[in-house]
Nanobody
Framework: QLHLVQSGGGLVQSGGSLRLSCTAS????????LGWYRQAPGEERELVAG??????VYPDSVTGRFTASRDNAKNTMYMQVNALRPADTAVYYC?????????????????WGQGTQVTVSS
């Protein structure tokens, strides 16, 4: 069982940056592949980063702008989001267990953070 608590997010101008964090309590954080997802109003939740023990995978829409990482010693995952665009406006969620067995196989499932709003103004 994992409980994920997010921090970060907020309102930024186009081209700006933010750092999202997600800290887990519970057991076996290091054993899980992790993911960051986002959901814009009226849209389905989509994966923006999958992280396993050896690689991080991104969709084309965020490649080169978003960087996800994990620190197993701190039970924490991060995502640095740079060069933000209005189209990046969404609620961002961290996830553990939805990606299995690796970062290439991520679905909507597992444990979720509470979500954090990222709003990018033009």
């Amino acid at each position: 069982q994992l409980h994920l608590v997010q921090s970060g997010g907020g309102l930024v101008q186009s081209g700006g940056s933010l750092r999202l964090s997600c800290t887990a309590s519970g057991s076996h954080f290091s054993a899980h592949a992790l993911g960051w997802y986002r959901q814009a109003p009226g849209e389905e939740r989509e994966l923006v980063a999958g992280i396993d023990g050896s690689r991080t995978v991104y969709p084309d829409s965020v490649t080169g702008r978003f960087t996800a990482s994990r620190d197993n010693a701190k039970n924490t995952m991060y995502m640095q989001v740079n060069a933000l665009r209005p189209a990046d406006t969404a609620v961002y969620y961290c996830n553990a267990g939805g990606c299995y067995p690796d970062a290439y196989n991520c679905k909507i499932g597992g444990y979720w953070g509470q979500g954090t709003q990222v709003t990018v103004s033009s």
